[in-house]
T-cell receptor, first 113, second 114 residues
Framework: GESVGLHLPTLSVQEGDNSIINCAYS??????FIWYKQESGKGPQFIIDIRSNMDKRQGQRVTVLLNKTVKHLSLQIAATQPGDSAVYFCAENIAGGYNKLIFGAGTRLAVHP | GAGVSQSPSNKVTEKGKDVELRCDPI?????LYWYRQSLGQGLEFLIY????????KSGLPSDRFSAERTGGSVSTLTIQRTQQEDSAVYLCASSIRGGNEKLFFGSGTQLSVL
């Protein structure tokens, strides 16, 4: 969903459940997408990336899905842990050649024991 | 160093003063970026440096903002005549070549303009 000002959309999950964070990107010409995790007081930390010639990419406990038809990106986190609690940003690269990344507003993930 | 280093971590200044924010990228990274993050918001692109090429300044919000990168390493972001709306976290990131690859971010400088 969209966020306005301080009111980031929040996804609350139970520890051990799977989490799915969604993102709608803006430019059909974007060819590279990244998910970042940001904990309080820290800079964004790379999670996983995907290029536009792929639909799915898996990492350790994370999967990114790309649907170019509807310009939709999702991040799936398996067996969510308390340490996964953070704000998650998707970003798209519309410049090509360098990362002039356009970031989404972010989704807060809250993991409850 | 082991990661991207930014200084100071916090800066409080009075409206109208100039500030300088510093970024030390990861050694060997040729690409360096500045982003700005307002409270509860995503990241706003400011400027990009790649090697000896002319920087992409298209994200700088006004001519009060400028940045330089000396010797292809350390970068300084300067904000002149600061305004209250400049208050934000300023994040620096670097990457190896500047193509479609992951960025490594510093922890940012929290700027507060009173």
């Amino acid at each position: 969903g969209e966020s306005v000002g301080l009111h980031l959309p929040t996804l609350s999950v139970q520890e051990g459940d799977n989490s799915i964070i969604n993102c709608a990107y803006s430019n059909s010409a974007s060819d590279y997408f990244i998910w970042y995790k940001q904990e309080s007081g820290k800079g964004p930390q790379f999670i996983i990336d995907i290029r536009s010639n792929m639909d799915k990419r898996q990492g350790q406990r994370v999967t990114v899905l790309l649907n170019k038809t509807v310009k939709h990106l999702s991040l799936q986190i398996a067996a969510t842990q308390p340490g996964d609690s953070a704000v998650y940003f998707c970003a798209e690269n519309i410049a090509g050649g360098y990362n002039k990344l356009i970031f989404g507003a972010g989704t807060r993930l809250a993991v409850h024991p | 160093g082991a990661g991207v280093s930014q200084s100071p971590s916090n800066k409080v200044t009075e409206k109208g003063k100039d500030v300088e924010l510093r970024c030390d990228p990861i050694s060997g990274h040729t690409a360096l970026y500045w982003y700005r993050q307002s409270l509860g918001q995503g990241l706003e692109f400011l400027i990009y440096f790649q090697g000896n090429s002319a920087p992409d300044k298209s994200g700088l919000p006004s001519d009060r903002f400028s940045a330089e990168r000396t010797g292809g390493s350390v970068s300084t972001l300067t904000i002149q005549r600061t305004q209250q709306e400049d208050s934000a976290v300023y994040l620096c990131a670097s990457s190896i070549r500047g193509g479609n690859e992951k960025l490594f971010f510093g922890s940012g400088t929290q700027l507060s303009v009173l």
